[in-house]
């Protein structure tokens, strides 16, 4: 069992993944790509997100499937942006990184049972909580691709949440509360 933090740049995932996960128990994989992009070596420092980066999108998916598979397909945790969302990055700037690494993606996706927690905020909170270079709006639409993209792959969304207003605390309580509805639900 996954749940899956999906939305654009600055839409609290990270807070809310790891409010999640201490309630949860589970463990949490934040954002493979934020990891890098710290790094200078795989994003020098002025590099826009939105520019082209095969070599760097690559990398995400190889580590992001290497995490799936030591994890195994039973393990709960919270997982930031995930596969949906890294498709959602690579598909606006390295599209044949997405051909080479979408049907290992798909084996991986469909081996988990996973619950989409797609996040939205206002303009105005995302401007505030940027920390990467690039604009709001190229983050927005990203933001929509992974829930797209989360679709495709085939994948339950099992809530949308604004987090303009709430605390992490509060989300997590709503995000849990839906998960349990979810969880009762026959599978189909």
């Not at 996954?2 to 740049?9: A, D, N």
């Not at 200078?40 to 995490?67: I, Y």
């Not at 993606?105 to 990467?132: I, M, Y």
């Not at 709001?136 to 994948?155: D, K, M, N, Q, T």
Request: proline content about 5%.
């Amino acid at each position: 069992m996954i749940v899956v933090l999906l939305g654009p740049h600055g839409v609290g995932k990270t807070t809310l993944g790891r409010a999640l996960s201490a309630r949860l128990g589970w463990c949490f994989d934040e954002e493979i790509g934020r990891r890098l992009a710290a790094d200078v070596r795989w994003r020098p420092q002025g590099r826009r997100t939105d520019e082209p980066q095969e070599e760097f999108d690559g990398e995400v998916f190889r580590l992001e499937l290497e995490r799936d598979q030591q994890r195994g397909p039973d393990s709960p945790r919270v997982v930031e942006t995930w596969h949906p969302g890294n498709l959602a990055y690579a598909a606006t700037r390295s599209p044949r990184v997405v051909r080479r690494y979408l049907e290992p993606v798909r084996h991986q996706v469909a081996a988990r049972r996973a619950f989409v927690v797609h996040l939205t905020a206002q303009r105005a909170t995302l401007a505030r909580r940027q920390s990467f270079e690039g604009t709001i709006e190229y983050f927005e639409r990203v933001g929509r691709a992974s829930a797209r993209w989360a679709r495709r792959l085939g994948l339950v969304h099992g809530t949308t949440l604004s987090t303009d207003d709430l605390d992490p605390d509060a989300l997590a309580a709503r995000v849990i509360e839906r998960l349990a509805t979810w969880r009762r639900q026959p599978c189909e």
